[in-house]
């Protein structure tokens, strides 16, 4: 977009007959076109406007989320896994993406369905779909604990009978890349032990600012508040961090900034991870013409480069609620 387009939006933007509808999507339009000008302190200045807008009709509330990950924690302590360990369905076939939107998580998919063994599919809303038949009686998260042996292998199973129609190469593994799915992630050990899990991660200030930047068609109400973004990812490294204690090894984790800087590297690591061979055509999975339905689809198409890191640098200075809401996350999102 150039310097007529983001004119004719700014005109767009002083029609009084402009609904909020209409001017969150001109505000975060307009952000995009500026940064790609080379303007982010005008850019900043859009996407905020945006998201008050967009956050003013879809209300969100951060204690909700935290008081959320308490209990999952409360619930997945180290006797109830133990007294579970190896129930559920048995199948191997499922690998999930975790983490949070923008995390890189597209990339690991488009990576691994380039291998001769792993279909990608899309962000599956199965997982949320089981979580609110659970839900009903005992409440979620408090009704994984009244889950006997039969309820779990069900619950696979059902898993695995509804997600069956988005398998369409006949390959022995599929991909499901729903972000959010690492706020069940016990839920998924606990009726798929043998289900690959992967967390992507990225850097938050990196990660966080491209979700302020994002529109999403839907979910995601997190992301329109920078203090919000922040606590959402504190909340998230926190139940992974338990799930890392409770569960050592369960959960290969792909830190986005040292894939980006050792591709060959972090690509064998995952694939030993998933007990998969390694395959060159991992390594040219921007060659891979599948369906991508996610904010990160151009990119994918293209080998790996560093062009969207650092972006939040330009605005620092903007960025405080959501440097104090992370707290120590900067420090310690990639481990040790």
Known sequence: LGEADIGAMEKALDDPAAT???????????????DDNKRPA???????????????????????TSRSVDAMISVLQPQLLAARAGQGCAAPDPIFIVGLPRAGSTLIEQILSSHSQ?????????IPTLVSEVSKGAGYPHALSNLDADRLRELGETYLARTRLQRREGKPFFIDKLPNNWQHIGLIHMILPNARLIDARRHPLDCGYSNFRQHYARGQAFSYDLADIGHFYADYMRLMAHIDRVLPGRVHRVIHEHLLDDPEGETRRLLDALGLPFEEACLRFHENRRAVRTASSE????????DGA????????????????????VATYAGS
Request: charged share 30%.
């Open 310 to 329: 650092g972006q939040w640098q330009a605005v620092e200075d903007r960025l405080g609620p959501l440097v104090e809401a992370l707290g120590d996350c």
């Open 299 to 306: 990119q994918v198409r293209r080998p790996i480069n560093r």
């Open 118 to 126: 792993v279909e990608g599919t899309m962000e599956l809303p199965d």
């Open 42 to 64: 005008e850019a900043f200045d859009h996407y905020a406007a945006g998201n008050a807008l967009r956050r003013s009709v879809l209300p969100y509330d951060a204690r909700e």
């Open 20 to 34: 909020v509808e209409d001017r969150f999507h001109l505000h975060f339009a307009l952000g995009k076109a500026l």
